[in-house]
């Protein structure tokens, strides 16, 4: 596999190519995947002609960030992230992961993100890693917990969608580097 990010004792991660729009696609057209993020559908030649040429130019714009197709044995399970923001300070990167429903349950979320912890702390200089979800994502807010990621408040967009569970806003849980070396 071509521009590996890492590997994990089950999951390689690597970067997107032009050739992965149906594997972005499926996932984003799957309503249960997209439940807390959307109410749209998936515009095929959006994906095809912006969102991967913009995912694959930020690998050279921003060296050690990015979002990853994330792989097992059985195949693509998803993606994840950690990205710069612009409207966020210098040295605090989201964390974020989008996995097929196949891949529910099985620890994939925490054992990706967990890597990417790691990399963002101790390889590229990160100061915080944030993660942000809709209040009622139980799931995802799960999984931050278990990374070691704390609360850190609720918000409400005047962009969110209209989706189920929009009245109760977003969460966004951190950590920071000390209180991730205090957890080790």
């Known amino acids: 596999m071509a521009g590996i990010a890492?590997?994990?004792?089950?999951?390689?991660?690597?970067?997107f190519t032009l050739d992965d729009a149906d594997l972005l696609i499926e996932l984003d057209s799957d309503p249960e995947v997209m439940r807390y993020l959307t109410d749209q559908l998936t515009d095929r030649e959006q994906v095809?002609?912006?969102?991967l040429p913009r995912l694959i130019a930020e690998?050279?714009?921003t060296p050690g960030f990015g979002l990853w197709a994330a792989f097992a044995d059985a195949g693509f399970v998803g993606w994840f992230e950690l990205r710069?923001?612009?409207?966020r300070p210098t040295g605090e990167v989201e964390l974020g992961y989008?996995?097929?429903r196949a891949a529910w349950g099985q620890g994939y979320a925490t054992e990706g993100s967990r890597a990417l912890l790691h990399r963002g702390f101790e390889e590229l200089g990160v100061a915080?890693?944030?993660a942000e979800t809709m209040t009622v994502n139980k799931g995802s807010r799960r999984v931050m917990?278990?990374?070691g990621l704390s609360y850190r408040r609720t918000f409400f967009p005047d962009d969110f969608p209209p989706i189920p569970g929009a009245e109760h806003g977003g969460v966004e849980?951190?950590?920071?580097?000390?209180?991730?070396k205090a957890s080790r």
Do not use: C, F, G, N
């Open 173 to 180: 849980y951190s950590i920071t580097l000390a209180e991730w």
């Open 59 to 61: 690998y050279q714009r």
């Open 6 to 15: 890492l590997r994990t004792e089950r999951l390689t991660l690597r970067e």
């Open 145 to 147: 917990e278990k990374l």
């Open 128 to 130: 915080t890693v944030y």
């Open 84 to 87: 710069q923001h612009d409207s």
């Open 48 to 51: 095809r002609q912006q969102v």
């Open 98 to 100: 989008r996995l097929r």
